[in-house]
Nanobody, 115 residues
């Protein structure tokens, strides 16, 4: 079983920052596209940002300029730096590893944005 382990969620005030981390097995991390998704209550899961094994990134419009996805190949870890957080960013954030028909998910980490 492939296990993705997320951490870093929590409660933050609007305008604040959080950094999420996701550790993956090396065999997965080195060749899969790593992504962050989120799911708010009553809504579907949506892509937030993704990064390829070579470091190319993709962001959804609603986080451009505020969130940054990065990867540390030595630690087999992908990060999501979230700045200028808004109440609408509150959700469970999931790490994903994808390649072709293969897709693996982490257990999710809660991000709450509230004053």
């Amino acid at each position: 079983q492939v296990r993705l382990v997320e951490s870093g969620g929590g409660l933050v005030q609007p305008g604040g920052s959080l950094r999420l981390s996701c550790a993956a097995p090396g065999s997965i991390f080195s060749i899969y596209v790593m992504g962050w998704y989120r799911q708010a209550p009553g809504k579907g899961r949506e892509l937030v940002a993704a990064i390829t094994s070579t470091g190319s990134t993709n962001y959804e419009d609603f986080v451009k300029g505020r969130f940054t996805i990065s990867r540390d190949n030595a630690k087999n870890t992908v990060y999501l730096q979230m700045n200028s957080l808004k109440p609408e960013d509150a959700a469970v954030y999931y790490c994903n590893a994808a390649r072709g028909v293969w897709s693996y998910w982490g257990q999710g980490t809660q991000v709450t944005v509230s004053s």
